[in-house]
């Protein structure tokens, strides 16, 4: 049973000093997951770092460490790693590199919990540290494209999917949290909810849908979100395959129409720039000019 996801930094989840595509959202997911026996999976970094200069002091190794912190708050994916020192395990600190048993040894250690090798897995895009830690015993997967190690994934969109395949047991959780995630991700369908049965998922979700109306006066041209049904087919490898995406019809676009008219003449809306008040929603403008009504509160009361 894997207990911990151990993740490599460089070309797996940062690049040029910015997180890649999908991973912070990813790790978002993947940080919520629950291993095969219900308890809460463990996540950490194991990466290659500076090495300290002799003679090898604490202050020295704290400054080397502190600057590794800052790269992953610069990219934004430091919150996933706290506390620093018991998820994040440098060679700067192990004295060796990857894939060096001892530095997952020691990061099996920092995490604090009782976990063999076999009982982690290792996430980068180092095909030879994947074979190296793979004769070590423990589970791998690859960030990366072309033949080598499987399973492997090539976004991020897809990489909480194949970990929740790796992970097994039988609570569906993992899966529809990954496939939630990656309907958001790749189709920009949200708050998905379903329910799991083989390796088909079915459920609904929000089809942001913009809605072009004169009974909605200034309002006409915001988005709103209306549900559809969905259903994924997973592939033998966890990922997500085939996505059929329900049809928003005009009566369903009708109904959208009349309902925030509603809410227009009932004062129910107001700018996200303005205050709440008795409000119930808000038309929210994204960076793109594009403006979208969300739900805050069920009463105005």
């Known amino acids: 049973m894997i207990k911990a996801v151990l993740f490599d930094v460089g070309d797996t989840l940062i690049r040029q000093g910015a997180a890649i595509e999908n ?5 978002n997911v993947v940080s919520g997951f629950q291993t095969a026996s219900g ?10 770092f500076k090495p300290v200069s002799p003679p090898r002091t604490d202050f020295k190794l704290a400054q080397l460490e502190e600057e590794f912190c800052d790269i992953l708050k610069a990219a934004g994916l430091a919150e996933f790693f706290e506390p620093f020192d018991k998820k994040v395990t440098t ?6 590199n990857k ?13 604090g919990i009782e976990a063999t090798l076999a009982e982690c897995l290792f996430v980068t895009e180092n095909i030879s540290h994947l074979l190296a830690c793979s004769g070590l015993g ?18 991020w969109q897809q990489g909480p999917a194949i970990l929740a395949a790796q992970l097994g047991g039988s609570d569906s959780g993992n899966n529809l949290a990954a496939v939630s995630f990656f309907l958001q991700a790749d189709r920009g369908l949200g708050g998905f909810h379903g329910q799991r049965a083989g390796t088909t998922i079915k459920g609904q979700a929000n089809q942001p849908t913009q ?16 549900p559809v049904d969905v259903e994924v087919s997973l592939a033998a490898d966890g990922s997500v395959g085939r996505v059929e995406v329900g049809v928003v019809s005009s009566e369903m676009v009708d109904d959208a129409v009349t309902f925030f008219g509603s809410l227009l003449d009932n004062k129910q809306v107001v700018l996200s720039s303005e205050p709440l008040g008795k409000a119930t929603h808000v038309i929210e403008v994204d960076q793109m000019g594009e403006r979208k009504l969300v739900r805050r509160r069920y009463s105005s009361r």
């Open 23 to 27: 991973a912070a959202g990813a790790l």
């Open 39 to 48: 308890d809460p999976l463990q996540m950490g970094i194991v990466s290659d």
């Open 91 to 96: 060679s700067t600190r192990a004295g060796v």
């Open 99 to 111: 894939p060096d048993r001892q530095i997952f040894e020691l990061a099996v250690n920092r995490l």
């Open 138 to 155: 423990m589970n791998v997967v690859r960030y990366g494209s072309g033949p080598g190690i499987q399973p492997a994934f090539v976004d």
């Open 211 to 226: 809605l072009q109306a004169p009974r909605l006066g200034d309002s006409s041209g915001t988005r709103v979100d209306i």
